[in-house]
């Protein structure tokens, strides 16, 4: 099964993927997450001002037959998530790089060192399928 | 190990995701579970449900003996009906729930769940036996010499006729007729677990192959299991293992229709005479979040008194739906009910009648 795996984002093997700019995470699900799941027929995310400790699960993502937990790549509070999503959850099955779930103040940068680059998430998700 | 059917590489090639289901490797999607579910309300898909078991038994008291097995009227059927009906142990509890097919006056078919086959084996040949000097027949369990597919959908009739796998002649929902397809004895009855209308193939050996290929050839979509399952949870058709187990009555699956207590003798029928079930199951929908199996069923001051036995979301009505048991005695007047979906209690509302109507005959 061939996904998408853009360069300059970091993963971790729950498949969230991280962008960060000045402190701040950007998280979403991978291509080969959206894939797994199928149709995504509904999202949980929590509310801005929410500490998530990194590994630590923030939200589920649903789809028609299963429920799959999200897990927090980074220890940090959350400033901004999506809320298109509650309405179209389906947007992260067209671009799940696109539509992100949340933005996070990332409370130790050095986190960002433990996260997967493109090529060892290939590896990983290879491994998966 | 499961076993695959015949069907698998098939399955396979079409990209399916394959998963154990009934001790069998089975498709539960191809691509979409929604457009799988969609296709089948409003034009024709097909299942491979070559796993479901076959009992086939003959003889001058094959009928009666069906008839007395289980809890739904059968010797009073005519001839080529279809009648689904519980089948119960002494104290009324469900061994299984099946399909009997009235194929002569000295011939019956039967089709249960796959993950029931030996129990239902074991427990149906051993009343033969047992009762050997009252019903005089002969019986079978054909499950691996027979397969099955499913081909269900407003569509299905009019792509039936073009194969030629029926003809003009009246043909009525839960009706079984024997036919021949490509030199091949098939069976086709108008039954199926979707709630749309769309008949069931029983087929000898490797035909089914060929079968497939002229369904697909005919535009039917392939369509897995997590679709059947929305499709039925939808139309609010019990599945074993969830409204229905070992340790349930028919009552408490809403399947009173199915026990018919005019009949004279049946096993199951003293112990359900006066029975009042211990459970209700409810039709519940949540406008926010989804009714996942095993979530608890609350009253409006949120003290538990359920579970969800299954639960989905519905592709036609875009909510998440749910069956679930209920405590009789706690089931509420002012019929206010929560699901709890993690850490909320959401507000559900009560169905009283099924969340979709099929376009079954």
New interface residues.
């Given amino acids: 099964m061939s996904h998408n795996v853009p360069e300059e984002l970091k993963y971790t093997k729950e498949h969230e993927w991280v962008a960060e700019a000045s402190g701040i995470a950007t998280v979403g699900i991978t291509d080969f997450a959206q894939s797994s799941l199928g149709d995504i027929v509904f999202v949980e995310l929590p509310e801005a001002g929410t500490e998530l400790a990194a590994e630590a699960t923030f939200g589920v993502v649903e789809s028609i037959k299963s429920v799959s937990d999200l897990y927090s790549p980074l220890t940090g509070e959350v400033l901004e998530r999506n809320d298109e999503l509650e309405a179209s959850p389906e947007l992260l099955n067209s671009d799940p790089y696109q539509n992100w779930m949340l933005k996070i103040k990332i409370s130790d940068t050095s986190q960002l060192d433990g996260l997967m680059n493109a090529a060892d998430y290939s590896a990983h998700c290879e491994g998966q399928s | 190990m499961n076993q695959r059917t015949l069907l698998y590489d098939k399955h396979v090639e079409l990209g399916a995701k394959m998963v154990p289901f009934g001790g069998f490797e089975l498709p ?2 191809y ?4 457009e799988e579910a969609l296709a089948v309300r409003n034009q024709c898909g097909m299942f491979d449900v070559s796993h479901m078991g076959e009992f086939y038994l003959e003889g001058p008291g094959a009928v009666e003996f069906v008839d007395h097995i289980i809890t739904n009227d059968f010797a009073g059927a005519e001839t080529a009906k279809a009648v689904y009906s519980p089948l119960c142990r002494e104290d009324g509890t469900v061994i299984d729930d099946l399909i009997a097919y009235k194929l002569g006056p000295q011939k019956v078919g039967i089709c249960v769940n796959a993950a029931n086959i030996e129990k239902d084996w074991q427990w149906i040949s051993a009343r033969a036996e047992e009762l050997s000097s009252r019903f005089e027949f002969k019986i079978r369990n054909q499950s691996g010499d027979y397969n099955l597919l499913a081909v269900q959908g407003p569509k299905t009739e009019s792509i039936f006729k073009e194969l030629g796998l029926i003809d003009d002649s009246e043909f009525d929902y839960y009706r079984v007729r024997a036919r021949t397809y490509k030199g091949l004895d098939i069976l086709v009855a108008r039954t199926g677990y979707t709630g749309e209308d769309g008949f069931e193939v029983f087929i000898p050996g490797d035909g089914i192959l060929a079968l497939w290929d002229d369904l697909i050839g005919a535009g039917v979509r392939p369509c897995g299991l ?1 679709a059947r ?2 499709l039925r949870l939808e139309v609010c058709y019990p599945l074993y293992g969830h409204e229905l187990g070992d340790h349930l009555t028919p009552y408490d699956a809403n399947l009173k229709w199915t026990v018919k207590m005019a009949k004279p003798d049946f096993i199951g029928k003293n112990s359900l005479e006066g029975y009042t079930s211990k459970y209700r199951l409810v039709k519940l929908s949540l406008e926010k ?2 009714p ?1 199996e095993g979530y608890k069923i609350l009253n409006g001051d949120e003290q538990e008194i359920g579970v969800v036995t299954s639960g ?2 519905s ?1 036609t009505l875009g909510k ?1 739906i749910c069956m679930g048991l209920v405590e009789r005695s706690r089931f509420p007047e002012s019929k206010k009910f929560k699901i709890a979906v ?1 850490k909320n209690n959401f507000e559900a509302t009560y169905h009283a009648k099924a969340f979709v109507t099929g376009g079954h005959k």
């Fill in positions: 539960i999607q691509g979409s579970v929604k997590a399952d929305v979040g989804i996942r989905t979301m592709v998440g993690r």
